[in-house]
Each structure stands twice: as structure tokens, then as C-alpha cells.
Nanobody, 118 residues
Framework: QVQLVESGGGLVQPGGSLRLSCAAS????????MGWYRQAPGKQRELVAR???????QYADSVKGRFTISRDYAKRTVALQMNSLKPEDTAVYYC????????????WGKGTLVTVSS
């Protein structure tokens, strides 16, 4: 119904920056919220940042002040600007979209790998 595709991952040195992007395609279903989750090696998936249509924003404590989430509602995209990257930020980052259409739905991208290492 809705497909999410991430881009922008890669290898970056500690202290560097990356910008992740996610584009929704397929159904024109409204996404109440879009956000980013990540899963580091050997750990569970966790919320990184989330932004609702109404403008409510959530950040993980570990990234607050370093990461910034933004949405382009017309283009149905969401981006994550990541600054001052640390080795512990290394993870697969997944784009997420939430629909409040009847029944409710969560959509996920395939993920993009971010590696922070020197």
C-alpha cells in the first residue's frame, strides 16, 4: 500500500555528519507520523526521532541536540540530519510511517546502514 525507501547511509568518521532521506510512494494514504528507528548490532530496534503531522517531535535522549528530523508533507518525505556522529550511532536506520486509516498501519523501509568509524 505504501512503500518507504531510505537513502543517504554510509561510512563516516566520528564527529562527521550524514543526512538520511526517506521517500514514500504507492498509496496516497496520509501518514500521521514519520520517523526513524535504528538497530545496532546485538541490540533491539529503538526510536531515534519521530514527527507527527501536528508537529509533535520526539528524540531519543542519546541523539537530542545532534540529530534533527524534518518532513516535507507535499513530497511525502522525511529526513534525518545527523551531526557530531559517534561510534555508538552505528546501526541500520529504518524509516517508519504511521497511518491512522481504519485498522491502522505501520510501514517500514528496508533500512540503510550508517557506520561511524575512523
Amino acid at each position: 500500500q505504501v512503500q518507504l525507501v531510505e537513502s543517504g547511509g554510509g561510512l563516516v568518521q566520528p564527529g562527521g555528519s550524514l543526512r538520511l532521506s526517506c521517500a514514500a510512494s504507492g498509496s496516497a494514504v496520509e501518514l500521521y507520523a514519520m520517523g526513524w528507528y535504528r538497530q545496532a548490532p546485538g541490540k533491539q530496534r529503538e526510536l531515534v526521532a519521530r514527527r507527527t503531522t501536528g508537529g509533535f517531535i520526539q528524540y531519543a535522549d542519546s541523539v537530542k541536540g545532534r540529530f534533527t528530523i524534518s518532513r516535507d508533507y507535499a513530497k511525502r518525505t522525511v529526513a534525518l540530519q545527523m551531526n557530531s556522529l559517534k561510534p555508538e550511532d552505528t546501526a541500520v536506520y529504518y524509516c517508519n510511517g504511521e497511518s491512522r486509516r481504519i485498522g491502522g498501519m505501520d510501514y517500514w523501509g528496508k533500512g540503510t546502514l550508517v557506520t561511524v568509524s575512523s
